[in-house]
């Protein structure tokens, strides 16, 4: 992936920022309310706590909720096409990011299951991007095939 341009960290993203360099996907939490955010705030989006907000680690999976292929790089030197895509983590909130790992051109489709990876950045810090989880039906077939595998009917 060619290197974007990423804003540097401040008070309110340091944390999130610190994680990505051991590869953690982390959300933030609540501690008063038990909510969990990205992007990190200042303040719980959930009940306007200011005090108690934390860090916890995502799994690192989750589903296309929207995406979208650039054909036309923003800047010069931007290798096209790529996918930028809405992923909704298992744990609620939504990651704006890129997919990867598959065609560019047409094999991604709206809810495919996606595991992060991570893109390191010269600093030391790192992107998550996010690749298909193969091999786990989604959760639209996962009923269907439960019940062939167990020979009911579907
Ligand atoms: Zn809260």
Do not use: K, N
């Amino acid at each position: 992936m060619t290197a974007p341009e990423v804003p540097p960290a401040d008070e309110v993203t340091q944390g999130w920022w610190a994680a990505t360099t051991e590869h953690r996907l982390v959300v933030q939490s609540c501690g008063a309310c038990d909510g969990v955010q990205h992007p990190p705030r200042a303040l719980c989006i959930h009940c306007g706590s200011t005090e108690r907000l934390g860090w916890r680690t995502a799994s690192g999976t989750g589903t296309v909720d929207s995406f979208t292929v650039v054909h036309r790089a923003p800047r010069a030197g931007i290798e096209v096409p790529y996918v930028v895509a809405r992923v909704r983590l298992d744990e609620g909130p939504i990651l704006l990011t890129r997919l990867e790992g598959r065609d560019p051109g047409g094999e991604w489709v709206v809810d495919d299951r996606v595991r992060v990876a991570w893109a390191d950045l010269p600093d030391g810090r790192a992107l998550p991007v996010f690749h298909p989880v193969e091999g786990e039906p989604d959760r639209a077939q996962a009923p269907a095939a439960e019940r062939q595998h167990r020979g009911l009917p579907a």
